[in-house]
């Protein structure tokens, strides 16, 4: 087996390499400016009201006394609130993106009550990711056993392969018996957090069979494999002597670090909302894989690029970590933004009618712009300046609320995971 490189013999339905060159051509391929295109300013003015609408949306959050009432106040900043287009806010009209978080909410505390307020909020947002494929394929926005079983898998698998207080000989371990329970062979659970994951896996099957929704079960391999491959990423032997060499800047080098990395981050992105798709939909044809690779090395890209001086500090690389510190991310950023255009361009170029390429182009330069200027060590001051203008809330005001934040959850989990709960 190529190191980085899924075994092909067990993918009969799905093309891997073709995807993945397909994704290295189009981010090896963003050239020009993208903040030449339209993308929104928002003046002082307009940045302050901003900021009072999401300050009155966090106090009436934090009165209402029942689930209904928060529903109400949360789809009425959705609807008529200042974060997203007139095009962009048409698609919290579909009811079915309440009902599906309400439905969710409801099975996790069916299934699981004791868990973790951050956990929650990892699968939730898999849940969300799903929902927004729902509405791009155009089929019910509702969360069925399949994604729940999914979003749940995240929280029982991907915090235990990042947890760098497991040793890997033992995560490998673990990775071996779930890659036989997703071949369709019965393991025994030898802890809870595998009967929690087996659990999930069974959720899976009862909603699609192995018989005649093989991709399903082949994209699930995929995203399993390519979380095992990322642990490469981890601090280890190899990693110490890159580290150690971190200051080094001959290009060849840095170029060599690069490869490696884009491989295994596109692998792990792309596998994971590939998995999303075929868990909405059963099949996909070869545009809709493509969007949903595609759409999910832009998620992990992004996601690596909000956590970079996180991920450096751990020694977890990343194309964005590999350079903290070393100089600016400005280039990173905007081959980013670029490539997000083309990913939701190409998909929806031709699908008339369609809301979804505004809203989500507006969800995506929302968390790129606001990854830059919680980071503002990682960029130049122009960069920090230039990102400022189109973000719809000051650089101060985000910092605050980010802080504040965290306050609440630590809070939260002082009081008791319950607790956490009841705004649902």
């Not at 170029?255 to 491989?263: D, F, G, T, V």
Request: glycine share 6%.
């Amino acid at each position: 087996m190529i190191r980085g490189k899924p075994d092909s013999f067990i993918y009969h339905h799905l093309d891997i390499d073709k995807m993945h060159r397909q994704a290295l051509n189009l981010w090896e391929g963003v050239l020009g400016d993208p903040w030449s295109g339209a993308l929104r300013k928002y003046d002082k003015k307009e940045k302050a009201e901003n900021e009072r609408a999401i300050l009155q949306l966090i106090k009436k959050m934090e009165e209402s006394k029942s689930k209904e009432k928060t529903r109400n106040i949360l789809e009425g900043f959705l609807l008529e609130g200042p974060l997203f287009s007139p095009e962009g806010k048409e698609i919290f009209r579909d009811p079915g993106f309440f009902r599906s978080s309400e439905d969710f909410i409801t099975k996790v505390r069916n299934y699981d009550p004791e868990i973790a307020k951050e956990e929650i909020g990892q699968a939730f947002r898999n849940v969300w990711i799903m929902n927004l494929l729902q509405k791009s394929f155009e089929i019910p926005v509702e969360c069925t056993e399949g994604v729940f079983g999914y979003s749940m898998l995240y929280p029982y698998t991907d915090n235990f392969m990042d947890d760098p207080g497991i040793e890997k000989k033992e995560k490998y371990l673990a990775c071996d018996r779930v890659h036989r329970r997703l071949l369709g062979n019965r393991e025994q659970a030898e802890k809870t957090e595998e009967a929690k994951i087996y659990d999930m896996i069974e959720k899976i099957e009862a909603t699609f069979s192995r018989e005649l929704h093989p991709g399903v079960f082949e994209s699930l391999l995929y995203i399993h494999h390519s979380q095992r491959e990322s642990l490469r990423q981890q601090s280890s032997p190899l990693g110490e002597n890159i580290w150690k060499n971190e200051l080094r800047t001959e290009p060849q080098e840095t170029e060599l670090q690069e490869k490696p990395l884009l491989e295994i981050s596109f692998h792990k992105g792309g596998a994971s909302v590939l998995a999303d798709g075929y868990l909405v939909k059963g099949t996909l044809n070869e545009e809709e894989r493509i969007f949903c690779f595609n759409y999910g090395v832009l998620l992990q890209m992004a996601d690596d690029l909000q956590d970079c001086k996180e991920d450096y500090e751990n020694r977890h690389r990343t194309l964005f970590s590999l350079d903290y510190g070393k100089k600016t991310l400005d280039n990173g950023a905007d081959r980013l933004i670029g490539f997000a255009e083309k990913v939701f361009d190409m998909y929806f170029a031709n699908k008339e009618g369609m809301r979804m390429n505004y809203f989500l182009m507006e969800n995506t330069l929302l968390l790129i712009l606001g990854s830059v200027l919680m980071n503002p060590a990682a960029f130049s001051e122009a960069y920090v300046q230039r990102a400022e203008i189109h973000f719809p809330v000051s650089q101060k005001f985000l910092e605050i609320q980010q802080e504040g934040l965290k306050e609440k959850l630590k809070n939260q989990e002082q009081r008791g995971v319950k607790d956490s709960l009841e705004i649902w």
